[in-house]
């Protein structure tokens, strides 16, 4: 097993002192911001998802499961899983629990947001950490329905891996009730990679 590299140990060790106060603050209800986006909501979503990699033949598929938590105005945290697979290959399995934050402000109808994201990765034979930044916005089109964009750049950090990636999502969302949302997602990551979701976003 290789050492965690310092850079690593220094996100976990600071992810594991400000995690705590904030989940623990998160218990205190933070009102959810009048609007048709999901930035400064409580929720769980359960997400479906395909990949088309482009440089082989066989596609991918997950399932994930998140949710987000605001701990104070105007900043959210939260936590997701996948589970993906290649079709036609049971070896190819694979996992990913995340933890994320994200800070936005509100600018009318805009809302530009930063997020960042560390995450495990395992499968059956080796496993490993990642990170990823966000930067984009939400735009509020009307009380129920809501669209964001976003660029990122995200890397491995084994030390096989040749660098990061940039990518770039877009996400549109649509309010069925006041508790009760559909989303589709799109996005393209440098190398030739498109994955294409869809989700259900439950409001608490």
Same mark, same amino acid.
């Given at each position: 097993?290789?050492?965690?590299?310092?850079?690593?140990?220094? @996100? !976990?060790?600071?992810?594991?002192a400000f995690a705590a106060p904030a989940f623990a603050q998160a218990m205190e209800p933070v009102a959810a911001a009048p609007s048709s986006g999901l930035l400064g909501k409580r929720y769980v979503e359960a997400s479906l998802f395909l990949v088309d990699y482009q440089v082989i033949r066989d596609d991918g598929y997950g399932?994930?499961?998140?949710?987000?938590?605001? *701990?104070?105005?105007?900043?959210?945290?939260? @936590?997701?899983?996948? /589970?993906?697979? !290649? %079709?036609? +290959?049971?070896?190819?399995?694979?996992? +990913?629990?995340?933890? /994320?934050?994200?800070a936005y402000a509100e600018c009318g109808d805009f809302r530009p947001f930063a997020k960042v994201t560390l995450a495990h990765e395992w499968w059956h034979t080796s496993s490993d950490f990642w990170y990823q930044?966000? *930067?984009?916005?939400?735009? !509020?089109?009307? %009380?129920?329905?809501?669209v964001s964009a976003r660029v990122n750049w995200s890397e491995y950090l084994a030390s096989d891996?040749?660098?990061? *990636?940039?990518?770039?999502?877009?996400?549109?969302?649509?309010?069925?009730?006041?508790?009760?949302?559909?989303?589709?997602?799109?996005s393209y990551t440098e190398g030739g990679t498109w994955t294409y979701g869809v989700a259900v976003v439950f409001q608490f």
């Open positions: 097993m290789k050492p965690i590299p310092s850079s690593l140990a220094l @996100a !976990l060790g600071l992810a594991s399932v994930g499961a998140a949710v987000n938590v605001p *701990v104070a105005p105007n900043f959210d945290v939260g @936590a997701s899983f996948q /589970h993906n697979w !290649l %079709e036609g +290959d049971a070896g190819s399995n694979f996992q +990913d629990l995340a933890v /994320h934050a994200t930044f966000d *930067v984009g916005s939400e735009y !509020l089109v009307t %009380e129920r329905f809501s891996w040749d660098g990061g *990636v940039f990518g770039v999502a877009a996400r549109a969302n649509y309010w069925l009730t006041p508790d009760v949302a559909t989303s589709a997602t799109v």
